[in-house]
């Protein structure tokens, strides 16, 4: 193996370690935003239908 092939597999794992680092934050985010979504998306619909949610007054 010459001194260029070494460099180039050394380059090609490094290549892939930092897709994987793109692909995992992007995941992340996206993942994130899905909760956050529906986090808001519950708090809304709570408090358009009150009725629903709070304790009945005996």
């Known amino acids: 193996m010459g001194v260029d ?3 180039n597999q050394e380059h ?3 290549m892939k370690s930092i897709y994987k ?3 995992f ?3 992340a985010i996206a993942l994130f935003s899905v909760i956050v979504g529906v986090v808001k998306y519950s ?3 709570i408090e358009n239908n ?3 949610y709070l ?3 005996k």
Request: no cysteine; charged share 35%.
């Open 21 to 23: 680092k793109i692909i």
């Open 12 to 14: 090609k794992k490094f």
């Open 5 to 7: 092939e070494k460099n």
């Open 50 to 52: 009150p009725e629903k």
């Open 43 to 45: 708090l809304t619909y």
């Open 25 to 27: 934050i992007i995941l």
């Open 55 to 57: 304790p009945t007054q």
